[in-house]
C-alpha cells in the first residue's frame, strides 16, 4: 500500500497543498521554515488522532486554534489521502479523508466533522462512500458483496447506522478492527504502523533498563535493546549491518549489546586497532547515527510508511548518496508497497535522488506552496544530459520551479 496523493488545507502553514504522483521514496526541499516539517507533521499526527483521539492530538500541539491556518479559524482542517490498496482481489486507489473543526458553541471542544472513505466499486462511475460519518455517527458498507466488482452503482451495498463513544474519535478506529471493513482495516494498519523519526543523537547513547524492543523508536533511546535482539534473534542481518558499519566509519569492526550487572544495557564500538572496545559515549555523533539508521532501515519487519528529517545532520558528505540508496531500498522491501519521506537540506544526499522523486516547498503570503521537480522542462531536460539534482539545486534552478 502506497499513498499516491495527500492534501492538506488549513493546518498551520499547509493551508491548501497538494503533493501529487506520489513515489515510493520521496524527498522534501525547502529552505528554513517552507513546510517541510509540517508536512511530516501531519503523519505524526494523523497517527495520534487514531491512537487516542482528535482531541488529545490537537491538545498535544496547543489546541484546535495553534494548528489550524493563521488566518483561517473559522474554517476546517483537511487531510485527504489517495492510497493504492489490494482491496478484493485488486488494486484500487481508495480515498480517505477527515474534516476537524469545533463542536457549535463550545470552541474549545474540537471533533470530526465528517470522515469519508470512497472507492470506486468497477472500472468507472463515481466513487462510493462505504464510510461516511459526521460528529461520531454515520453510515459504514461492508465489502462482502458478491460480483463486487460487475457493479458500479449502489446495488447490493447494505449501509449499517453506527454510532462512536464519542465525536473526536476516528471511525476508521472501531470500524477498522472488522474484516468486512477491509479498506478502514488496510488504512488503519497503514497509519498505526507508519513511523516518523526523530532522532536525537543524546537518547540514542542512552543506556536503557534491560528490555525488549524489535523496532528503533522514534528518537532511537532504545537503540542498544534493538541491537541486542538483533544479534540475537537476526544473526544474518546484524552480520550485514557490520560489514556495511565497517566500510562506512573507518576503524568499526564490530557493534556490541550488553547487559550490565545493575540491569543496564549499553552499546560497545569496537576499533580493530584496539583490544578494548569503546561505550556509545565515547564515539562519535557520527558514528551513533550512521548505526542507528543502518539498524533503522535493516529492520526485518519495516514499516508501511517512514518519514525522515534532515538524515545528513552529524554525517560525512561522502556517506550521504549510499545513505539515499539504503532509504531507497526500504521502500522497496515491503514488496515494494512501502513509502518512504525525507527532508533535505544537502545537495550531496539529493544527488542520488531521481528527479521525479523531488519536490519543493516555498513559502507565499505566509503559507507553504509545493511544485514537484519532474513538472519542470528545464529541469528535466537538463537531468536527461546529466546534471545530478543536487547540482543543479546549488545553481538555484529549483527556485525556478513552476
Known amino acids: 500500500m502506497r499513498i499516491k496523493q495527500i492534501t492538506v488545507k488549513n493546518y498551520k502553514a499547509l493551508q491548501d497543498v497538494t503533493l ?6 520521496a524527498v522534501i526541499l525547502g529552505a528554513n ?5 509540517t508536512l511530516v507533521g501531519v ?7 487514531l491512537k487516542d483521539n482528535v482531541r488529545s492530538a ?13 488566518g483561517h479559524e473559522n474554517e476546517l482542517i483537511k487531510i485527504e489521502l489517495k492510497v493504492q490498496l489490494d482491496l478484493i482481489s485488486k488494486s484500487r486507489t481508495v480515498t480517505y479523508s477527515i474534516e476537524i473543526g469545533t463542536k457549535e458553541n463550545q470552541p474549545n471542544r474540537p471533533v470530526v466533522k465528517r470522515e469519508i472513505l470512497a472507492y470506486r466499486r468497477g472500472e468507472y462511475g463515481i466513487p462510493f462512500h462505504f464510510i461516511d460519518f459526521r460528529e461520531g455517527a454515520g453510515e459504514a458498507a461492508p465489502e462482502t458483496l458478491a460480483n463486487f466488482d460487475n457493479v458500479t452503482d449502489d446495488t447490493g451495498i447494505v449501509r449499517e447506522s453506527q454510532s462512536l463513544d464519542s465525536p473526536d474519535i476516528l471511525a476508521i478506529k472501531g470500524l477498522g478492527q472488522f474484516k468486512k471493513f477491509e479498506a478502514a482495516s488496510q488504512l488503519r494498519d497503514l497509519i498505526e504502523n ?4 526523530d532522532f536525537h543523537i543524546t537518547e540514542a547513547r542512552n543506556t536503557p ?8 523508536s522514534s528518537s532511537g533511546d532504545n537503540l542498544p535493546l534493538v541491537t541486542q535482539y538483533l544479534q540475537e534473534h537476526h544473526p544474518k542481518i546484524f552480520a550485514n549491518i557490520i560489514e556495511k558499519m565497517s566500510k562506512r566509519v573507518p576503524g568499526v569492526s564490530e557493534v556490541l549489546s550488553e547487559t550490565m550487572d545493575d540491569g543496564r544495557t549499553i552499546l560497545r564500538f569496537k576499533d580493530g586497532s584496539f583490544d578494548t572496545p569503546f561505550i556509545a559515549k565515547a564515539v562519535s555523533d557520527g558514528t551513533i547515527k ?15 510508511l517512514l518519514c525522515v528529517e534532515e538524515p545528513e545532520n552529524q554525517l560525512h558528505p561522502s ?9 531507497s531500498s526500504y521502500a522497496e522491501r515491503r514488496k515494494g508497497e512501502g513509502q518512504v519521506f525525507v527532508t533535505t537540506h544537502s545537495p550531496d544526499f539529493l544527488n542520488a535522488v531521481p528527479l521525479d522523486a523531488i519536490y519543493w516547498f516555498e513559502k507565499e503570503n505566509g503559507y507553504s506552496t509545493v511544485k514537484k521537480a519532474a513538472d519542470d522542462e528545464q529541469l528535466v531536460a537538463l537531468y536527461k544530459e546529466g546534471d545530478l539534482p543536487g547540482a543543479l539545486w546549488r545553481q538555484g534552478l529549483f527556485a525556478e520551479v513552476g
Do not use: N
Request: aromatic fraction near 14%; charged fraction near 25%; proline fraction near 6%.
Open 20 to 25: 501529487k504522483d506520489i513515489p515510493g521514496f
Open 33 to 37: 521554515g517552507t513546510g517541510k516539517s
Open 43 to 49: 503523519f505524526d499526527f494523523l497517527k495520534d488522532c
Open 58 to 70: 490537537l491538545q498535544k500541539r496547543g489546541g484546535f486554534r495553534e494548528v489550524v491556518s493563521r
Open 194 to 197: 507508519w513511523s516518523v523519526s
Open 209 to 216: 533498563e534491560h528490555g525488549y524492543a524489535e523496532h528503533l
Open 290 to 304: 550512521m548505526f542507528a539508521y543502518l539498524v533503522l532501515l535493516h529492520d526485518p519487519e519495516p514499516h508501511p
Open 319 to 327: 556517506l550521504l548518496q549510499v545513505l539515499a540508496e539504503e532509504f
